[in-house]
């Protein structure tokens, strides 16, 4: 179910809520000044093309789905908190054009997901942490991830940790 468009641009001020799942045939722009939000009820965005983010994204607990067929590109001036990103697209893949946010899973069910050099964060807090979820099909992740995990300080302000990691993904 929900609304399928072909190009979507997001402009002007106010918060532009989705009342259904949404799916673009083509890209998705917010332009600066502009807020989009998936609602409450978590509605995912499914983009065949770039996404281009100059604006906010409010993704709730939502996916945000790159199922293109041919490359495709995450970019704009604002980085993007993205709480689900999958991504299946064995086309061409997806690449980032900037710094971009992960709250909570990254599903890589096809294709390549690019960090082409920039700064992919999986971000940790006290309620969640960022993960990489079960690798399916052709998936895979090339480039360089930031992993954070949040460590509360004890009585004195501060925690020991350290990394299972050995070695590079």
Known sequence: ??????????????????????????????????????????????????????GAINTQSGTILFNGSSAQTIGGTTI??????????????VSLVNAENL????????????????????????ANTARIGPITGSGNISGNVTIQRFAPGSVTGWALFGTPMSSAL
């Open 1 to 54: 179910g929900g609304e399928t468009f072909n190009n979507i641009t997001f402009a002007g001020s106010g918060t532009k809520t989705f009342s259904s799942a949404v799916t673009s045939n083509s890209n998705v722009v917010i332009n600066s000044g502009a807020t989009v939000d998936v609602s409450t009820s978590n509605f995912q965005l499914n983009i065949a093309k770039n996404f281009t983010n100059n």
């Open 80 to 93: 993007t908190n993205f709480y689900n990103l999958t991504i299946n697209n064995t086309a061409g893949g």
């Open 103 to 126: 709250i909570n899973t990254l599903s890589l069910n096809g294709g390549t997901f690019s960090m082409n050099s920039q700064v992919f964060t999986m971000i940790s807090t006290a």
